[in-house]
């Protein structure tokens, strides 16, 4: 039986001492860490989803300028830092300490200018637009509650992300560290990335003013 | 591999990194486990308190004021200290017995071992996992002795109870905060050691132990950890949505024109629904992260001490995986009542019931290893027998719960409380007293006492279905659960002398698990040596030394020749085949 026969060769190539993908437990640890973080944010996606679908005046207050230019800005801001930090894991696929670190710092740039532009975006909501976490003009607490929880949760993954590759940076410059560290913190700072993608339509461009 | 080269095994010196802040895989499953040992004893006495009250409403005692001067003004216990008491009962029980001795405690110290690894992939990890379950325990513990006491809203915090602050009630104030803050703790925790387990028995197996080789107990550990892995996640994002209703002033679970002591207060927009919601699909995968690593236990002990393999060894691997599966999916057939379409609840109904079938499975499983074998009867094996007894008896209620139907009428019973307590709470329980007695020579060197260890054994049998049996009865006639007494229901008079047996019966209970803790103890300082293999079993952990070096294996590097049920083989010369015996 061909079934029998595949889970056979499987079996057998699966015998113990690592998976068919043959990656080291800090890369699989991570994909973990990932695959659960991603739970996460899900269920606050989805929070914001239910509680947005039963409310039938949610306001959708968002000029195209200045809010959705400048979160335009921040989105292509955390992009090029994922261009960086590939060119980081390159350098160091090739042995390149000194460019890995190089690549390192510019990521880490990218992601603080994130954190400062997306810092002033919230001052500007808070001071200007009247917007806070428990009240704003259009009577609808939860649009600055689900805005500022779910925006705030991926800023300190963020902030976290910058800490964590300085970190790596100062390691790798020191000579310790290999190629997989440098590899599996790219991997935490992509899918951070790939959350802001997720955040950048559900709670920017849907909150675009209609006219 | 470089993960591999890292794992350099050398034992610490010094008391504090070798028995406190260890990162032995084996010192902290020991620390676990007592961790749970001393949770399950505050739980346990708190519910002995709860049933004490039930029945005798009106007593006075002296050490309830001295221990909550509000809660029990003249020794007389308030309705809002019985709900404290559950709510910690029931939390404490859930997350730091049943979550934490099964999977941190055995599945800590036996994995490695059984897979033939010095350690865990990420001991740093593992130990940063203990230490912030401890943590996670004393901020629970400390809700006791705070402003107000401890929290009343049950250990499902549903909203909007649960998001109001000190004006929903005595413990919702501080108390709740802590209580959120505990479980957040638990959360980060039970992440970690679940990325550990999965990524130590995926990569860390020594060759020759394929995926259809290892005991059960670790696919049990394994589904389990992907179980937590996920499940815990989304209870970390609806902590953090609940505490910023608390702390921030949102109204994530909080809906407009909400009346709290005769005030409207200024909410707008929030759903307590969502929290059920979001509770739910963590916290029905959470009773199978309770139940599984039970249910593998019994398996290993059922095959070692018939002297039979396991019967259905693939269906038993595919029978966890699907309920793990199906864990994920039937999170509504807890809102029944919550107010959900029909059609939905005919939906999670079906899935729910879809869920007999690989339960089914595992225990004609069970029945079917057990079936014409020459059962040795040790305390480990009665207490794998008493957890398939008490799974078949706790399950078949399930069937009837998850039909919307029956649910309406009995879901606020005490006919649930029978339930989940013999399926979730007792039948996971005797599965760590299996566990206990079957591994405690490996563990610590010395053998248990079986005959106060089947006495025990006895006793606790007799008196857990002495105490939950009934319940099922008094729901069926309309006892409603979560009341501090039954004073003012005039239907429940005859009924309340069920009520007066099964508080003897939990006296009667709790007062034998004292004849454990002595075994338990003395078995420590004076029980008889133990033989490397003294169950003549099978696996890994029984072809080293009790207890096991530092590095579990002397630095040998082992191959696996064979699956972990190899008994009653004919033509060999004794009646087991170990798992490294090379034919």
């Known amino acids: 039986m061909a079934t029998e026969a595949k889970t056979g060769s499987l079996a057998a190539l699966w015998g113990g001492g690592g998976s068919p993908y043959r990656i080291g437990s800090k890369k699989f640890g991570m994909w973990l860490f990932i695959i659960s973080d991603s739970l996460t944010f899900t269920a606050l996606l989805v929070a914001y989803t239910y509680l947005r679908m039963s409310t039938e005046t949610w306001p959708t207050p968002f000029h195209f300028s200045p809010s959705i230019i400048f979160s335009t800005v921040m989105t292509l801001v955390l992009l090029s830092s994922s261009l960086t930090m590939v060119m980081a894991v390159h350098a160091m696929s090739h042995g390149n300490r000194g460019g890995t670190v190089k690549w390192l710092l510019a990521t880490m740039a990218f992601g603080a200018g994130f954190v400062v532009l997306h810092m002033s975006e ?79 339509p559900l709670v920017y461009l849907m909150s675009v003013k209609m006219h | 591999m470089a993960s591999h080269a890292m794992h350099v095994h050398t034992p610490p010196s010094g008391f504090i990194r070798k028995y406190i802040f260890s990162m032995d895989h084996k010192v902290i499953g020991i620390q676990y486990y007592f961790l749970a040992l001393f949770s399950v004893f505050v739980g346990l006495l708190l519910s002995v308190l709860m049933r004490y009250h039930m029945v005798y409403p009106d007593a006075k005692v002296g050490f309830f004021e001295t221990l909550w001067p509000t809660g029990a003004p003249g020794g007389v216990m308030t309705p809002e200290l019985y709900l404290s008491l559950m709510t910690m009962h029931g939390t404490i029980m859930v997350f730091f017995v049943l979550t934490t001795a099964p999977q941190g405690g055995f599945g800590n110290y036996f994995l490695p071992i059984q897979i033939g690894a010095e350690d865990m992939a990420f001991p740093f990890l593992n130990m940063l996992s203990f230490w912030t379950t401890f943590v996670a325990l004393v901020v629970m513990m400390a809700a006791f002795f705070v402003q107000g006491g401890a929290p009343l809203g049950g250990w499902t915090a549903y909203a909007p109870l649960s998001a109001l602050g000190e004006i929903a009630g005595p413990g919702q104030g501080t108390g709740m905060n802590l209580w959120i803050i505990s479980i957040a703790l638990f959360c980060g925790a039970s992440l970690m050691g679940a990325i550990n387990f999965i990524s130590t028995l995926i990569d860390l197996r020594v060759p020759g132990m394929t995926l259809m080789r290892m005991p059960l107990t670790c696919w049990a550990w394994f589904v389990t950890a992907i179980l937590s892995l996920l499940g815990f996640a989304v209870l970390l994002s609806a902590g953090i949505l609940l505490l910023m209703d608390r702390v921030v002033g949102t109204s994530f679970f909080l809906p407009a024109g909400l009346v709290v002591n005769d005030q409207i207060l200024n909410h707008k927009g929030g759903s307590p629904l969502l929290w059920q919601h979001l509770f ?58 919550s107010g959900m379409s029909p059609y939905t609840a005919i939906a999670f109904s079906i899935m729910t019931m879809a869920i007999g079938v690989p339960s089914a499975i595992k225990t004609f499983n069970w029945i079917g290893t057990l079936w014409g074998s020459q059962i040795r009867i040790t305390t480990a094996m009665l207490f794998a027998l008493g957890f398939v007894s008490l799974f078949v008896s706790g399950g078949i209620s399930g069937i009837f719960l998850g039909q919307p139907g029956l649910d309406l009428y009995l879901h606020d019973t005490y006919f649930v409380v029978g339930h989940f307590h013999m399926i979730m709470g007792v039948a996971a329980i005797f599965g760590m007293f299996a566990g206990t007695f079957f591994w405690f020579p490996k563990m610590f060197g010395r053998m248990m006492n079986e005959t106060l260890g089947q006495i025990h054994f006895y006793a606790t049998f007799l008196g857990v279905y002495a105490i939950f049996t009934p319940m099922h009865v008094l729901g069926i006639i309309g006892n409603p659960r979560r009341y501090a007494d039954f004073k003012e229901f005039e239907f429940m008079g005859q009924a309340m002398s069920v009520h007066t047996f099964m508080t003897h019966s939990a006296l009667f209970t709790a007062a034998v698990q004292i004849i454990f803790v002595i075994n338990l103890f003395w078995s420590l300082k004076k029980g008889a040596k133990a033989p490397d293999n003294p169950w003549e079993a099978t696996s890994l952990e029984w072809s080293i030394p009790s207890p096991p070096p530092f590095d579990n294996f002397g630095g040998k590097h082992l191959t696996v020749h064979h699956g972990p049920y190899e008994f009653s083989v004919p033509g060999k010369a004794k009646d087991y085949v170990m798992q490294v015996d090379p034919e």
């Open chain 1, 122 to 200: 919230w001052m500007h909501l808070i001071n200007d637009e009247k917007v806070t976490a428990f009240s704003n003009p259009w009577n609808e607490p939860l649009f600055g509650a689900t805005f500022f929880g779910i925006t705030g949760l991926h800023m300190t993954h963020v902030t976290i992300g910058v800490i964590y590759l300085g970190v790596i940076a100062t390691g790798v410059g020191r000579g310790k560290f290999t190629y997989e560290d440098v590899e599996v913190s790219g991997l935490y700072w992509h899918f951070v990335d790939l959350v802001w993608m997720f955040v950048f």
């Open chain 2, 280 to 337: 739910w699909f963590f916290g029905h995968p959470e009773v199978y992260i309770a139940i599984l690593p039970g249910m593998g236990l019994a398996s290993n002990i059922l095959s070692v001490f018939s002297r039979k393999t396991i019967f259905g060894y693939r269906a038993m691997v595919y029978a966890m995986l699907s309920i793990g599966f199906l864990g994920f999916v039937v999170w509504g057939h807890h809102m029944f009542i």
